[in-house]
């Protein structure tokens, strides 16, 4: 990818962002009508049309019903996706809206919308149009937050939600680059206001990169970074794999259903991070209220890592009382002198 952050995608370049998916059967795109979206399904459909056997593309747009513009927005994509002979498809977003936390609500029942057409079009990839300055966003977003390694990774070229494969092949590339490459095509495209709204944290943070970039923070900057910590992380990610595999040879003698045990010796001996992560996927495996916050489980790793340095400083005894229990996230957490255990919770009471 050239470094000429002005420059319009050409179709050399475009072929070499795509070149993993030209076996796929079906595609499907997110596109809201907004310049980075328009772009990808634009250049989708010239790289398709350059292959001799290309997948079946299918756009969507998703209305959310929070802005009258939404539809007109929506119809003109349709035009545009009839005009590159690309498939089209809007869905909505209905029902009620929460008063608060709005872009998470909606980008939560987006992604819903967008896994639902691609399982009843036969894909499994689903492309979004996020670019290099999004990835800084993104990453600025969670260092503001407290995120841990795995957060400050920001967004990956593909991942997993929803039973679908998410596809971002732009996160390289430059938001400029993609409105240079419509003004050469003269194809037009959506402004939406709220990506300028102050009262959305992102459009705030997004007002604040120019003088982040004057002191050498610029996105690509930043989008580095979150690279670089997605590098140490899938590192740690692999130890943790290699710990937990070798906790499982020292748990009990017998497999235990429905929980799975550590033991506390063994547990106590691993770094923090490897035992913090250890309790996060134990938790989120067999909790049943979503995924567990990394504030909470700190606090919760705090209290055993309290309990095991007193196990150690007493001295081990054949003692297999409970020296902690708790629950979070709809897991039950609990602490015997020889093994820490990870459980469902029972239901909490007036359930």
Known sequence: ????????????????????????????????GGPD???????????????????????????????????????????LARALDVEHRTLRWTGDKPRSGVPAAARAARYRLLAKAARGTGARHVLTAHTRDDQAETLLMR?????????????ARESERDGVLLARPFLNVPKARLIATLNKAGVAFA??????DPIFTRPRL????????????????LARLAARFARANAAIELL???????LALKG????????????????????????????????????????????????LLAQLNRALATRV??????????????????ALVSLTQRRLRVEPAPPRRGR
């Open 252 to 299: 009990s003698a017998a497999p235990v259903r429905h929980a799975q045990d550590f033991d506390a010796a063994a547990f106590a001996a691993m770094p923090e991070e490897i035992r913090l992560r250890l309790l996060t996927r134990a938790i989120n495996r067999f909790g049943h209220e979503g995924p567990a916050e990394l504030g909470k489980v700190e606090a």
């Open 240 to 246: 943790t794999d290699g710990a937990e595999r070798y």
């Open 191 to 196: 402004d939406d206001p709220t990506n300028r």
């Open 313 to 330: 400083a007493k001295g081990a005894t054949r003692s297999a009382g409970i020296r902690l229990k708790q629950t979070l996230a709809g």
């Open 37 to 79: 979206s328009v772009a990808l399904m634009w250049l989708m459909a010239r790289w398709r049309r350059a292959l001799s056997h290309g997948p079946r593309l299918l756009a969507v747009t998703v209305d959310h019903g929070l802005r009258p513009e939404a539809a007109r927005e929506a119809r003109v994509v349709k035009e």
């Open 143 to 155: 260092l503001l937050r407290g995120s841990g390694i795995a957060g400050l990774s920001a967004m």
């Open 1 to 32: 990818m050239r470094d000429d952050d002005n420059s319009p995608i050409s179709a050399r370049e475009a072929k070499e962002l795509f070149a993993d998916l030209k076996a796929l059967p079906a595609i499907v795109l997110a596109v809201s």
């Open 206 to 221: 997004r007002a604040l990169l120019p003088v982040l970039a004057a002191e050498g923070g610029d996105a690509q900057s």
